[in-house]
T-cell receptor, first 112, second 114 residues
Framework: DAKTTQPTSMDCAEGRAANLPCNHSTISGNEYVYWYRQIHSQGPQYIIH???NNETNEMASLIITEDRKSSTLILPHATLRDTAVYYCIVRVADNQGGKLIFGQGTELSVKP | DAGVTQSPTHLIKTRGQHVTLRCSPISGHKSVSWYQQVLGQGPQFIFQ???????GRGNFPDRFSARQFPNYSSELNVNALLLGDSALYLC?????????????FGEGSWLTVV
Protein backbone atom coordinates (compact mmCIF):
# COMPACT_ATOMS: atom_id res chain seq x y z
CA ASP A 1 0.00 0.00 0.00
CA ALA A 2 1.03 3.56 -0.65
CA LYS A 3 2.51 5.35 2.37
CA THR A 4 1.01 8.68 1.35
CA THR A 5 -2.36 10.41 1.48
CA GLN A 6 -3.33 13.22 -0.88
CA PRO A 7 -6.52 15.14 -1.59
CA THR A 8 -8.46 13.62 -4.44
CA SER A 9 -8.76 16.84 -6.41
CA MET A 10 -7.80 20.50 -6.36
CA ASP A 11 -8.44 23.56 -8.48
CA CYS A 12 -6.02 26.39 -9.18
CA ALA A 13 -6.35 29.62 -11.14
CA GLU A 14 -4.00 30.06 -14.07
CA GLY A 15 -0.97 32.14 -13.12
CA ARG A 16 -1.36 31.48 -9.40
CA ALA A 17 0.77 29.13 -7.33
CA ALA A 18 -0.53 25.59 -6.95
CA ASN A 19 0.22 24.06 -3.56
CA LEU A 20 -0.31 20.31 -3.44
CA PRO A 21 -0.14 18.72 0.03
CA CYS A 22 0.91 15.19 0.91
CA ASN A 23 0.94 13.34 4.21
CA HIS A 24 3.47 10.59 4.86
CA SER A 25 3.43 10.14 8.62
CA THR A 26 5.13 6.71 8.60
CA ILE A 27 8.13 7.74 6.50
CA SER A 28 11.47 6.32 7.64
CA GLY A 29 14.74 8.20 7.88
CA ASN A 30 16.26 6.92 4.63
CA GLU A 31 13.12 7.10 2.48
CA TYR A 32 12.74 9.74 -0.19
CA VAL A 33 9.63 11.68 -1.19
CA TYR A 34 9.09 11.70 -4.95
CA TRP A 35 6.58 13.62 -7.01
CA TYR A 36 5.39 12.63 -10.46
CA ARG A 37 2.58 13.88 -12.62
CA GLN A 38 0.64 12.17 -15.35
CA ILE A 39 -1.23 13.86 -18.11
CA HIS A 40 -3.97 11.74 -19.59
CA SER A 41 -2.69 8.80 -21.64
CA GLN A 42 0.98 9.70 -21.16
CA GLY A 43 3.70 8.14 -19.03
CA PRO A 44 4.32 9.63 -15.56
CA GLN A 45 6.65 12.63 -15.65
CA TYR A 46 9.22 13.06 -12.91
CA ILE A 47 8.96 16.41 -11.13
CA ILE A 48 11.18 16.49 -8.06
CA HIS A 49 12.32 14.48 -5.06
CA UNK A 50 13.81 15.12 -1.64
CA UNK A 51 15.02 13.47 1.54
CA UNK A 52 15.11 16.08 4.28
CA ASN A 53 15.86 19.47 2.78
CA ASN A 54 13.63 21.61 0.64
CA GLU A 55 14.35 21.27 -3.05
CA THR A 56 13.77 23.45 -6.09
CA ASN A 57 14.20 22.85 -9.78
CA GLU A 58 12.94 24.42 -12.98
CA MET A 59 9.54 22.80 -12.61
CA ALA A 60 8.65 23.07 -8.94
CA SER A 61 9.63 23.40 -5.30
CA LEU A 62 9.31 20.71 -2.67
CA ILE A 63 8.84 21.75 0.93
CA ILE A 64 9.32 18.97 3.51
CA THR A 65 8.35 19.60 7.13
CA GLU A 66 11.03 19.27 9.76
CA ASP A 67 9.50 16.07 11.15
CA ARG A 68 9.24 14.77 7.54
CA LYS A 69 5.65 13.66 8.09
CA SER A 70 4.28 15.83 5.32
CA SER A 71 5.36 17.78 2.27
CA THR A 72 4.02 20.29 -0.24
CA LEU A 73 4.70 20.51 -3.94
CA ILE A 74 4.58 24.06 -5.23
CA LEU A 75 4.08 24.96 -8.88
CA PRO A 76 4.89 28.68 -8.72
CA HIS A 77 2.89 29.90 -11.73
CA ALA A 78 0.40 27.28 -12.83
CA THR A 79 -0.57 27.09 -16.49
CA LEU A 80 -3.33 25.15 -18.22
CA ARG A 81 -0.70 22.60 -19.24
CA ASP A 82 -0.14 21.76 -15.57
CA THR A 83 -3.56 20.13 -15.42
CA ALA A 84 -2.74 16.52 -14.52
CA VAL A 85 -2.82 13.87 -11.81
CA TYR A 86 -0.02 14.48 -9.31
CA TYR A 87 1.39 11.55 -7.38
CA CYS A 88 3.29 11.90 -4.12
CA ILE A 89 5.29 8.73 -3.46
CA VAL A 90 7.48 7.61 -0.59
CA ARG A 91 10.14 5.39 -2.08
CA VAL A 92 10.61 2.56 0.36
CA ALA A 93 13.84 0.70 1.07
CA ASP A 94 12.66 -2.82 0.26
CA ASN A 95 14.03 -5.97 -1.32
CA GLN A 96 12.54 -5.01 -4.66
CA GLY A 97 14.92 -2.27 -5.67
CA GLY A 98 12.90 0.54 -4.16
CA LYS A 99 9.86 0.26 -6.40
CA LEU A 100 7.42 3.14 -6.68
CA ILE A 101 4.02 2.53 -5.10
CA PHE A 102 1.44 4.84 -6.65
CA GLY A 103 -1.68 5.88 -4.78
CA GLN A 104 -4.66 7.63 -6.35
CA GLY A 105 -2.92 11.00 -6.58
CA THR A 106 -4.38 14.50 -6.71
CA GLU A 107 -6.19 15.57 -9.83
CA LEU A 108 -5.18 19.21 -10.34
CA SER A 109 -7.34 21.33 -12.59
CA VAL A 110 -5.88 24.67 -13.63
CA LYS A 111 -8.63 27.00 -14.74
CA PRO A 112 -8.41 30.19 -16.85
CA ASP B 1 19.38 12.81 -25.11
CA ALA B 2 16.67 10.27 -25.83
CA GLY B 3 14.41 9.33 -22.98
CA VAL B 4 13.00 5.88 -22.27
CA THR B 5 11.62 4.48 -25.51
CA GLN B 6 9.01 1.78 -25.79
CA SER B 7 7.57 -0.21 -28.65
CA PRO B 8 5.02 -0.76 -29.93
CA THR B 9 2.96 2.22 -28.80
CA HIS B 10 -0.38 0.53 -29.42
CA LEU B 11 -1.36 -3.05 -30.13
CA ILE B 12 -4.43 -5.24 -30.16
CA LYS B 13 -4.29 -8.93 -29.27
CA THR B 14 -6.79 -11.74 -28.94
CA ARG B 15 -7.42 -13.65 -25.72
CA GLY B 16 -4.98 -16.52 -25.34
CA GLN B 17 -2.29 -14.93 -27.47
CA HIS B 18 1.16 -13.88 -26.36
CA VAL B 19 2.66 -10.38 -26.44
CA THR B 20 6.18 -8.99 -26.23
CA LEU B 21 6.79 -5.36 -25.29
CA ARG B 22 10.17 -3.73 -25.68
CA CYS B 23 11.99 -0.99 -23.85
CA SER B 24 15.23 0.94 -24.31
CA PRO B 25 16.42 2.77 -21.21
CA ILE B 26 18.05 6.16 -21.07
CA SER B 27 21.69 5.90 -22.08
CA GLY B 28 23.82 4.98 -19.08
CA HIS B 29 20.92 3.64 -17.03
CA LYS B 30 21.40 0.09 -15.81
CA SER B 31 18.07 -0.50 -14.09
CA VAL B 32 14.79 -1.10 -15.89
CA SER B 33 11.41 -1.63 -14.31
CA TRP B 34 7.95 -2.39 -15.66
CA TYR B 35 4.57 -1.13 -14.46
CA GLN B 36 0.99 -1.86 -15.48
CA GLN B 37 -1.64 0.85 -15.41
CA VAL B 38 -5.27 -0.06 -15.92
CA LEU B 39 -7.76 2.66 -16.68
CA GLY B 40 -8.58 4.84 -13.69
CA GLN B 41 -5.80 3.54 -11.45
CA GLY B 42 -2.21 4.41 -10.69
CA PRO B 43 0.64 2.34 -12.13
CA GLN B 44 1.40 -0.99 -10.43
CA PHE B 45 4.88 -2.45 -10.18
CA ILE B 46 5.53 -5.64 -12.15
CA PHE B 47 9.30 -6.20 -12.36
CA GLN B 48 12.64 -4.57 -11.79
CA UNK B 49 15.91 -5.62 -13.44
CA UNK B 50 19.41 -4.44 -12.70
CA UNK B 51 22.51 -5.61 -14.50
CA UNK B 52 20.45 -8.32 -16.22
CA UNK B 53 19.22 -9.80 -12.94
CA UNK B 54 15.69 -9.69 -11.58
CA UNK B 55 15.71 -7.57 -8.43
CA GLY B 56 12.02 -7.30 -7.76
CA ARG B 57 8.71 -8.82 -8.73
CA GLY B 58 5.24 -7.49 -8.00
CA ASN B 59 2.06 -9.44 -7.39
CA PHE B 60 1.50 -10.65 -10.93
CA PRO B 61 0.91 -14.21 -12.20
CA ASP B 62 3.61 -16.31 -13.82
CA ARG B 63 2.15 -15.48 -17.22
CA PHE B 64 4.17 -12.29 -16.89
CA SER B 65 7.91 -12.54 -17.45
CA ALA B 66 10.71 -10.21 -18.40
CA ARG B 67 14.37 -10.10 -19.14
CA GLN B 68 17.13 -7.56 -19.54
CA PHE B 69 19.77 -7.75 -22.22
CA PRO B 70 23.52 -6.93 -22.08
CA ASN B 71 22.81 -3.50 -23.60
CA TYR B 72 20.32 -2.93 -20.71
CA SER B 73 17.26 -2.96 -22.95
CA SER B 74 14.39 -5.08 -21.73
CA GLU B 75 11.40 -7.13 -22.84
CA LEU B 76 8.16 -7.82 -21.03
CA ASN B 77 6.33 -10.95 -22.11
CA VAL B 78 2.77 -11.85 -21.27
CA ASN B 79 1.40 -15.29 -22.16
CA ALA B 80 -2.18 -16.53 -22.41
CA LEU B 81 -3.61 -13.03 -22.56
CA LEU B 82 -6.79 -12.26 -20.66
CA LEU B 83 -9.20 -9.40 -21.19
CA GLY B 84 -8.04 -8.00 -17.85
CA ASP B 85 -4.51 -7.60 -19.20
CA SER B 86 -5.72 -4.65 -21.26
CA ALA B 87 -3.72 -1.72 -19.89
CA LEU B 88 -0.96 0.79 -20.42
CA TYR B 89 2.39 -0.92 -19.86
CA LEU B 90 5.08 1.45 -18.68
CA CYS B 91 8.80 0.95 -18.75
CA UNK B 92 11.04 3.04 -16.53
CA UNK B 93 14.78 3.34 -16.12
CA UNK B 94 17.18 4.66 -13.52
CA UNK B 95 20.96 4.83 -13.22
CA UNK B 96 21.06 2.37 -10.31
CA UNK B 97 19.12 0.93 -7.42
CA UNK B 98 19.68 3.55 -4.72
CA UNK B 99 16.59 5.35 -3.45
CA UNK B 100 18.03 8.68 -4.57
CA UNK B 101 18.33 7.49 -8.18
CA UNK B 102 15.50 9.06 -10.12
CA UNK B 103 13.22 6.74 -12.08
CA UNK B 104 12.16 8.03 -15.49
CA PHE B 105 9.20 6.63 -17.40
CA GLY B 106 8.55 6.07 -21.06
CA GLU B 107 5.27 6.91 -22.78
CA GLY B 108 4.06 3.34 -22.52
CA SER B 109 2.59 0.63 -24.72
CA TRP B 110 -1.19 0.47 -24.91
CA LEU B 111 -2.35 -3.14 -25.01
CA THR B 112 -5.93 -4.00 -25.84
CA VAL B 113 -7.01 -7.63 -25.50
CA VAL B 114 -10.20 -8.57 -27.33
Amino acid sequence: DAKTTQPTSMDCAEGRAANLPCNHSTISGNEYVYWYRQIHSQGPQYIIHGLKNNETNEMASLIITEDRKSSTLILPHATLRDTAVYYCIVRVADNQGGKLIFGQGTELSVKP
Amino acid sequence: DAGVTQSPTHLIKTRGQHVTLRCSPISGHKSVSWYQQVLGQGPQFIFQYYEKEERGRGNFPDRFSARQFPNYSSELNVNALLLGDSALYLCASSPGLGLGNTIYFGEGSWLTVV
